[in-house]
């Protein structure tokens, strides 16, 4: 974070499409890993963030917990963030050291969340591939995003792979 720096793209997920983010190319954009809103329009909604806690995420997982936090007590609903995702973020920030281990604990989590009970989760599963309808092949990126084309990102945060190594 020191180095590189966060990016985060405030604008609404409905109108993403009209981001010019090819004038935002920094050559090490990275997606967040799965985590879950907190944010009032999409409580419980996996990978649909907030600016704020897109970057309070990238923050939190680059050791900069303290900071995260302080960013997310402005917001009535802030603190939730953490308590939704706490056990997935301390899972992250200790077994996510760079991306290929950040997805390798990601799909761990997803994988055991799957076998929890729908109560005992406080938020929606990304659909498995089972689940799509065959006449609309979406095609996912390993967290779960949609794919859309390349001049579009899918997440609203980017994250350098220096700072997913911190």
Known sequence: IHVRCVCVVDCSWNRLNEVPFRRLHTGNERL??????????HYGKPCE???????????YLAGHTDHARDLLSVFKWGPEFIDLNQEI???YSREGKDSKSMLAAQQRYLEDAKRRPES????DLPPSES???????????????DIVPATVPAAPAVVSQEQTEQ
């Open 131 to 145: 689940s799509e309808s065959e006449e609309e092949e979406v095609e996912r990126d390993s967290f779960g995003n």
């Open 49 to 59: 963030l907030s600016c704020v806690e897109a970057l309070s995420a990238a923050l």
């Open 89 to 91: 973020l301390d899972i």
């Open 120 to 123: 005992q989760r406080n938020y």
């Open 32 to 41: 967040l890993p799965f985590l879950v809103a907190a944010n009032p329009p």
